[in-house]
């Protein structure tokens, strides 16, 4: 990619995200109180997180769902190939995680056919490249650019708006919802008193995948834990509102397999949705991030990826700041807690923009500045 396009790419981006933030704010007040019943939820999750982790999977037992601790991606990968057995054809939604854990190209490799189904995602696995904001993946595409990957689908395509490209998308990717056996999400917020996961989206692609294969595996860091369903919701609010897409298109809630209650009020599983329902929560450095007072803040990170638009340096750099998928400030936070990099946070300008528009109230700079210290150690 060249920088001119990158430029030209970020520059609308930013340009078209900024503006509208700033007006949801404005015209939905509540989200301010929501932020900040938000941040306390999360801060008691963090300081308690075994305890919390421990009652999550309780909850999801309940329901009749499978639940698994991985304590890195090497065990998720695992864990999601003995589930996915010998079924051979899966989608996938937009799953920061999953791909953190490399989910995606390991079933690859073992011979499945994986399909992304977000547009984003699907975009950059038509173009074999890694994904440059937390939120939009694609973002450093220009529409022009876009209009030359989807042509890998289909080489006499001549689409060229967003609209043909989505719908173009939209066509390829409908067969693969129906021959799905296996659907993977990831978990925007995970209720502990429920064993509950939220996700959000505007394309839907999310709900069919959630809800079409037989099986839906959810994969999610342990951060995305928080106290109860009540606090699920505010979760999805804040992030979407955060992203500049409030309100979102779709909120789908997951508590187990699909069931019904239908015959004498007896509930009984599976009713239309999948068969089974299996969770993987994922620590990956995150128990360790969780004991240390500066660092923890990192955890508290709900991916509304606003962090990256006020920021000169990832306005210069882009993808090559940070380790994918986390990029930016708060993937510069974030490659270390998971991959132990240091490198991306001796790139910080330290602008403060980050801390300013964080809806967390993440002091990103100190924790930058934490992990600098631990690397010159």
Request: net charge neutral; glycine share 10%.
């Given at each position: 990619m060249s920088e001119s396009i990158w430029y030209v790419a970020i520059e609308r981006a930013v340009n078209n995200n900024i503006p509208r933030v700033k007006s949801i704010l404005e015209r939905h007040q509540y989200i301010l109180d929501a932020r900040?019943?938000?941040?306390?939820?999360?801060?008691?999750?963090?300081?308690?997180?075994?305890?919390?982790?421990?009652?999550?999977?309780?909850?999801?037992?309940?329901?009749?769902?499978?639940?698994?601790?991985?304590?890195?991606?090497?065990?998720?990968?695992s864990i999601v190939e003995k589930i996915v057995g010998d079924r051979s054809?899966?989608?996938?939604?937009?799953?920061?995680?999953?791909?953190?854990?490399g989910i995606r190209q390991h079933l690859i490799n073992k011979g499945k056919e994986v399909w992304e189904t977000d547009l984003g995602e699907f975009l950059i696995q038509l173009s074999n490249e890694p994904p440059s904001h937390?939120?939009?993946?694609?973002?450093?595409m220009t529409r022009e650019q876009a209009s030359k990957v989807i042509k890998k689908i289909d080489s006499t395509s001549s689409v060229q708006s967003h609209e043909e490209i989505a719908g173009?998308?939209?066509?390829?990717?409908?067969?693969?919802?129906?021959?799905?056996?296996?659907?993977?999400?990831?978990?925007?917020?995970?209720?502990?008193?429920?064993?509950?996961?939220?996700?959000?989206?505007?394309?839907?692609?999310?709900?069919?995948t959630s809800?079409?294969?037989e099986v839906h595996i959810a994969i999610a860091g342990v951060e995305k834990i928080v106290p109860t369903l009540e606090h699920a919701f505010l979760e999805v609010m804040v992030q979407s509102a955060y992203a500049g897409l409030y309100p979102p298109t779709y909120v789908n809630l997951t508590?187990?397999?699909?069931?019904?209650?239908?015959?004498?009020?007896?509930?009984?599983?599976?009713?239309?949705?999948?068969?089974?329902?299996?969770?993987?929560?994922?620590?990956?450095?995150?128990?360790?991030?969780?004991?240390?007072?500066?660092?923890?803040?990192?955890?508290?990170?709900?991916?509304?990826?606003?962090?990256?638009?006020?920021?000169?340096v990832y306005r210069v750099m882009g993808q090559r700041?940070?380790?994918?998928?986390?990029?930016?400030?708060?993937?510069?936070?974030?490659?270390?807690?998971?991959y132990g990099d240091s490198k991306p946070s001796l790139l910080c300008a330290h602008s403060g923009g980050c801390r300013?528009?964080?809806?967390?109230?993440?002091?990103?700079?100190k924790v930058l500045e934490r992990i600098k210290y631990i690397a010159q150690k």
């Open positions: 900040s019943r938000l941040r306390q939820a999360k801060l008691e999750v963090i300081r308690n997180l075994k305890e919390y982790v421990g009652m999550t999977m309780e909850s999801v037992r309940r329901n009749g769902g499978n639940v698994y601790l991985a304590k890195d991606g090497g065990e998720a990968r054809t899966i989608v996938m939604g937009k799953s920061m995680v999953a791909y953190e854990c937390i939120i939009a993946p694609a973002i450093h173009e998308a939209r066509k390829f990717l409908r067969q693969k919802f129906i021959n799905a056996e296996v659907g993977i999400t990831g978990a925007n917020a995970i209720s502990a008193d429920t064993g509950s996961i939220l996700l959000i989206e505007n394309e839907g692609n999310i709900r069919m809800i079409m294969p508590s187990g397999p699909s069931s019904t209650g239908d015959i004498e009020m007896k509930r009984v599983s599976p009713a239309h949705g999948p068969k089974e329902f299996h969770l993987i929560l994922l620590d990956n450095g995150r128990f360790k991030t969780a004991d240390d007072p500066i660092l923890s803040e990192a955890l508290l990170c709900i991916r509304c990826g606003r962090c990256h638009f006020h920021c000169p700041w940070g380790d994918p998928p986390f990029t930016g400030p708060m993937g510069a936070m974030w490659s270390y807690v998971v300013e528009v964080c809806p967390m109230d993440i002091n990103i700079p």
